[in-house]
């Protein structure tokens, strides 16, 4: 099988290339994430985990049930991660799910600032952080979020917060930075303060 672009770059992946794909792919009028997965390349576990974070980080995520879809991607991509799976599996009714392209190219539009940003300051650095057995600690971390992920739907920012530390542990992994890895984790920590404040608030 013929591999991508972005398969062949894989921890050498520059995040801005992310979103060249994603504007690529929005210019059509709609945008399944079979798409989206051919055109980045099944082989690419952590940069599907990336571009789905990245669309429930950006205005898309406004849309109802997109962060619930989200929570759902990333669970079964960490899943097959842990499980050591070289290529990905969805099932046919996610695979034919589709975002309008024009709702695609806002999200791209909107994301390209913060994450030129983060290209130039991503380097490999504490690596071994991003390597197993640690990955896997990163990974279940992922899937025990995700479960939680429908609900923070009810919460407004909680599931862009949830989204934003899948996205730094993502970008961690494709780029060795084990630094950003410990910045995921204040990420997590913010999340769970602001769940408590909110139930502290609402009782």
């Known amino acids: ?16 290339a992310v979103l060249d794909h994603l504007e690529e792919a929005g210019k059509a009028e709609a945008v399944s994430i079979g798409t989206m997965v051919e055109a980045i390349g099944a082989r690419s576990f952590a940069t599907l985990m ?16 997109v962060t619930t879809l989200v929570a759902l991607l990333e669970f079964i ?66 899937m025990a979020l995700t479960l939680f992920m429908p609900f923070m739907e009810l919460v407004p920012g909680s599931g862009t917060v949830a989204s934003g530390f899948i996205a730094l542990v993502a970008a961690a992994i494709l ?7 410990l910045l995921a984790g204040l990420c997590l920590a913010g999340l769970g303060l602001m769940v408590h404040w909110v139930g502290e608030t609402m009782l």
């Open 1 to 16: 099988m013929k591999r991508t672009a972005l398969e062949m770059q894989d921890n050498n992946l520059v995040l801005g």
């Open 77 to 142: 991509l960490a899943a097959q991660m842990i499980l050591g799976r070289r290529h990905i599996w969805l099932p046919g009714i996610l695979e034919r799910r589709e975002i309008a392209g024009a709702r695609l190219r806002v999200a791209v539009s909107w994301l390209r600032k913060p994450v030129a940003f983060v290209d130039h300051i991503l380097q490999p650095r504490f690596s071994a952080l991003t390597e197993k057995p640690c990955l896997y600690v990163w990974l279940m971390m992922i």
């Open 175 to 181: 780029t060795r930075d084990g630094l950003l890895l």
């Open 50 to 65: 990336l571009v789905f974070a990245l669309i429930s980080v950006s205005p898309a995520s406004i849309l109802p049930g």
